[in-house]
């Protein structure tokens, strides 16, 4: 087990010696400190608290009359001063005074990033096996007394600790860079929802942790599609290249096939595991249920052709 260990020590060690890796995580940084200052600046969203004052409740009745009486209804934006009829019926009722615009918002709407955490981490994932044999350093690994599985499996590992690490510095550097533009806010904030068309409420923080934690599936199902790639076919462009295509085409893929009966299978109609959270899952037939199982099912089929190749390549000419 000790060697196990060493394994994915020398695999961290080589995967942050890598000029890429600072590269992705100093650009991740930009990206959020550059969203929060636009985000301040812009008045339209920060500026527009909307109803946070003790006479809340009268406003969001006069504003539900004004919009019934125009029978328009602004977008379903979750920003303070935007909530639709329905919404803002249920914070009345429930007692649920809107808040203005703070860190746990911010942390919210840059859960979109995790697309770029995938993005770096299907870079990992597709360069950490293939290029040992691009470089020609396969055969001094494979020349140690350790079996190639298990090999293979540090380097599986080295990749998910990866994708953890930056899922973690992207909700703690969302909160950090919030807290400090908008105001850290309550860990108690509450935050309404839709569910299948059902109007819900749940703690904001606990809203956030678990929007990250099932967008982390996502984002390893992807690093493992990468990882099989670059392991069957020892490619490190085309095991990017193929993931990051597919999970930028995978909603156009499902949309393609949606009244097949068989839609509810492919991959990329059940990756999203957020939709069943918030939102309307995107395919019909589907639940949270299913969509684990079927993950499960694609998952394994990616391990066992990253391990039958890795293990069974002859790799004298490598």
């Given at each position: 087990?000790?060697?196990?260990?060493?394994?994915?020590?020398?695999?961290?060690?080589?995967?942050?010696?890598?000029?890429?890796?600072?590269?992705?995580?100093?650009?991740?940084?930009?990206?959020?400190?550059?969203?929060?200052?636009?985000?301040?600046?812009?008045?339209?969203?920060?500026?527009?608290?909307?109803?946070?004052?003790?006479?809340?409740?009268?406003?969001?009745?006069?504003?539900?009359?004004?919009?019934?009486?125009?029978?328009?209804?602004?977008?379903?934006?979750?920003?303070?001063?935007y909530?639709?009829?329905?919404?803002?019926?249920?914070?009345?009722?429930?007692?649920?005074?809107?808040?203005?615009?703070?860190?746990?918002?911010?942390?919210?709407?840059?859960?979109?990033?995790?697309?770029?955490?995938?993005?770096?981490?299907?870079i990992?994932?597709?360069?950490?096996?293939?290029?040992e044999?691009?470089?020609?350093?396969?055969?001094?690994?494979?020349?140690?007394?350790?079996?190639?599985?298990k090999?293979?499996?540090?380097k599986?590992?080295?990749?998910?600790?990866?994708?953890?690490?930056?899922?973690?510095?992207?909700?703690?550097?969302?909160?950090?860079?919030?807290?400090?533009?908008?105001?850290?806010?309550?860990?108690?904030?509450?935050?309404?929802?839709?569910?299948?068309?059902?109007?819900?409420?749940?703690?904001?923080?606990?809203?956030?942790?678990?929007?990250?934690?099932?967008?982390?599936?996502?984002?390893?199902?992807?690093?493992?599609?990468?990882?099989?790639?670059?392991?069957?076919?020892?490619?490190?462009?085309?095991?990017?290249?193929?993931?990051?295509?597919?999970?930028m085409?995978?909603?156009?893929?499902?949309?393609?096939?949606?009244?097949?009966?068989?839609?509810?299978?492919?991959?990329f109609?059940?990756?999203?595991?957020?939709?069943?959270?918030?939102?309307?899952?995107?395919?019909?037939?589907t639940?949270?249920?299913?969509?684990?199982a079927?993950?499960?099912?694609?998952?394994?089929?990616?391990?066992?052709?990253?391990w039958?190749?890795?293990?069974?390549?002859?790799?004298?000419?490598?």
């Open positions: 087990m000790s060697n196990f260990f060493q394994l994915i020590k020398n695999e961290q060690m080589k995967l942050y010696n890598q000029k890429a890796t600072w590269i992705m995580a100093i650009l991740l940084v930009v990206i959020i400190v550059g969203i929060g200052t636009l985000l301040k600046i812009d008045d339209a969203i920060t500026g527009g608290e909307g109803p946070t004052g003790d006479n809340w409740k009268q406003e969001l009745e006069q504003q539900n009359e004004q919009l019934m009486s125009t029978g328009e209804q602004p977008p379903e934006i979750e920003y303070p001063g909530m639709n009829i329905e919404m803002n019926q249920y914070r009345i009722e429930n007692d649920l005074k809107p808040t203005p615009y703070n860190a746990w918002d911010f942390v919210r709407d840059n859960r979109d990033l995790v697309a770029l955490v995938s993005l770096f981490t299907i990992v994932a597709a360069g950490i096996t293939a290029n044999f691009r470089w020609g350093t396969i055969k001094l690994l494979l020349i140690r007394p350790i079996s190639r599985a090999i293979l499996l540090a599986y590992v080295s990749v998910v600790i990866y994708a953890l690490v930056m899922l973690f510095t992207l909700y703690l550097l969302s909160f950090l860079v919030g807290s400090l533009l908008f105001g850290m806010g309550s860990f108690s904030q509450t935050y309404v929802y839709t569910q299948a068309g059902e109007i819900k409420d749940a703690s904001l923080f606990s809203f956030t942790v678990s929007q990250y934690l099932l967008s982390f599936v996502e984002l390893i199902m992807m690093a493992t599609f990468a990882f099989m790639i670059a392991s069957v076919f020892r490619n490190t462009s085309l095991a990017i290249g193929l993931a990051i295509f597919l999970m085409a995978g909603s156009s893929i499902v949309l393609f096939f949606m009244e097949k009966e068989w839609a509810k299978y492919i991959l109609a059940n990756t999203d595991l957020t939709q069943y959270m918030s939102g309307t899952p995107f395919v019909s037939g639940s949270l249920g299913f969509s684990i079927v993950l499960a099912v694609y998952y394994v089929v990616f391990m066992v052709l990253s039958g190749f890795f293990t069974k390549r002859d790799v004298a000419g490598a």
